[in-house]
T-cell receptor, first 112, second 114 residues
């Protein structure tokens, strides 16, 4: 069973601070996605990383896929209250399956 | 519509009753997914459709759960003899070809079994 562990589970920081969220597994994934979910809404895709060692930047967000394609991180620079939400990582099972395995998420609160 | 639409947005039912949850995907999207999200958890895969056929139903927890997509568009998730443990948010997502292209989630149906 593929399992994605996210840490920390909860994070409360002040506006302007930097933070990193981690997503780890003992399994290899063909690709990994990061989503952001707000209360009462479905997850919204932020990024997909496919290649081991890949780094993608989306404004103040930096995503990295581990060399072995087992782990990923999301770094936010100068967090803003609008970044508040639940951040989920999800891995595509290796072997062509369309099943995505989600982590439990990191609930981020950015205080003004 | 512009996005994935799920109805109803909230459903309260009594233990033992039958419920149907509906998903209207984005027009033209051939791939459709159902996920279930319990409080404090990430979404859990239930079933994946490619067109009209269920390509992967390995996530359905037991035979009380069934889903259809008869015309390759709208899908219905059916739950028989509901139990309190079925209470969760049921999410639907659609994409043009699968996870290799972006998938779009609906807002979910919050099911409460009392």
């Amino acid at each position: 069973t593929q399992l994605l562990e996210q840490s920390p589970q909860f994070l409360s920081i002040q506006e302007g601070e930097n933070l990193t969220v981690y997503c780890n597994s003992s399994s290899v994934f063909s690709s990994l996605q990061w989503y952001r979910q707000e209360p009462g809404e479905g997850p919204v895709l932020l990024v997909t990383v496919v290649t081991g060692g890949e780094v993608k930047k989306l404004k103040r967000l930096t995503f990295q896929f581990g060399d072995a394609r087992k782990d990923s991180s999301l770094h936010i620079t100068a967090a803003q209250p609008g970044d508040t939400g639940l951040y989920l990582c999800a891995g595509a099972v290796q072997g062509g399956s369309e099943k995505l395995v989600f982590g439990k998420g990191t609930k981020l609160t950015v205080n003004p | 519509g512009a996005g994935v639409s799920q109805t109803p947005s909230n459903k309260v039912t009594e233990k033992g009753k039958y419920v149907e949850l509906r998903c209207d995907p984005i027009s033209g999207h051939t791939a459709l997914y159902w996920y279930r999200q319990s409080l404090g958890q990430g979404p859990e895969f239930l079933i994946y459709f490619q067109g009209t056929g269920a390509a992967d139903d390995s996530g359905l927890p037991n035979d009380r759960f069934f889903a259809v997509r008869p015309e390759g568009s709208v899908s219905t998730l059916k739950i028989q003899r509901t139990e309190r443990g079925d209470s969760a948010v049921y999410l639907c997502a659609s994409s043009p070809h699968g996870w290799r292209t972006e998938a779009f989630f609906g807002q979910g149906t919050r099911l409460t079994v009392v």
